[in-house]
């Protein structure tokens, strides 16, 4: 149940992982919120997803810096 996928990574530019990463982001900031109020999480298992999703991203986006950087 992943909430993007390997295939649909590497065919995603810059732009489009900033801004998957920002949405991501959001909705974890948003579950965590929910969870120090106190109030009942939908699916408690989303943010284990969530966290891993934004490493995977991140690790893309530090890869994509380090080829260009490479290539000069």
């Known amino acids: 149940m992943a909430i ?3 295939k649909e990574l590497k065919n995603m530019n810059e732009g489009q ?3 998957k990463l920002n949405d ?3 909705e974890l900031m948003r579950i965590n919120t929910q ?3 106190g109030t009942n999480i939908e699916n408690p298992g989303r943010v284990k997803e ?3 999703t934004i490493a995977k991203l991140l690790t893309r986006l530090n ?3 380090e ?3 490479q290539k000069t």
């Open 35 to 37: 969870k120090s109020t």
């Open 67 to 69: 080829g260009v950087k």
């Open 50 to 52: 969530l966290k891993r």
């Open 24 to 26: 991501l982001k959001k």
């Open 4 to 6: 993007i996928r390997r």
């Open 17 to 19: 992982i900033n801004q």
């Open 63 to 65: 890869e994509s810096l």
